[in-house]
């Protein structure tokens, strides 16, 4: 599966911004899709994971209550809705793919990575 991640930018904080991985292949559904992020200077760190039906969903504690993954198997998409965003979100967030049956927040479980998209709160 090839991945395409868009929708970053330079906002304010406070702002909102929605990210969007766009998937190649015809079986989109057979994987668990997870965003990651990486800061200047850090590891890359993750952030959400959904699983293969959209019904289950996983958040690191900097982001819950304010991050929500969602996907749309029939357009093979899976989303990052950010709302009240921080200077601490500024990082690069990628998209990644996972075919393990059940959600993980190991980087090592997902061999399939987008490109990445840059996302940057200023204060």
């Known amino acids: 599966v090839q991945l395409q991640a868009f929708g970053g930018g330079l906002v304010q904080a406070g702002d909102s911004l929605r990210l969007s991985c766009a998937a190649s292949?015809?079986?989109?559904?057979?994987?668990?899709m997870g965003w990651f992020r990486q800061a200047p200077g850090k590891e890359r760190e993750f952030v959400s994971t959904?699983?293969?039906?959209?019904?289950?969903?996983s958040y690191a504690d900097s982001v819950k209550g304010r991050f929500t993954i969602s996907r749309d198997n029939a357009k093979n998409t899976v989303y990052l809705q950010m709302n009240s965003l921080k200077p601490e979100d500024t990082a690069v967030y990628y998209c990644?793919?996972?075919?393990?049956?059940?959600?993980?927040?190991?980087?090592?479980?997902?061999?399939?990575w987008g490109q990445g998209t840059q996302v940057t709160v200023s204060s």
């Open positions: 990644a793919a996972s075919s393990q049956p059940i959600l993980t927040v190991r980087t090592q479980a997902y061999p399939y």
């Open positions: 292949g015809r079986t989109f559904s057979s994987y668990v």
């Open positions: 959904i699983n293969r039906s959209g019904g289950l969903t």
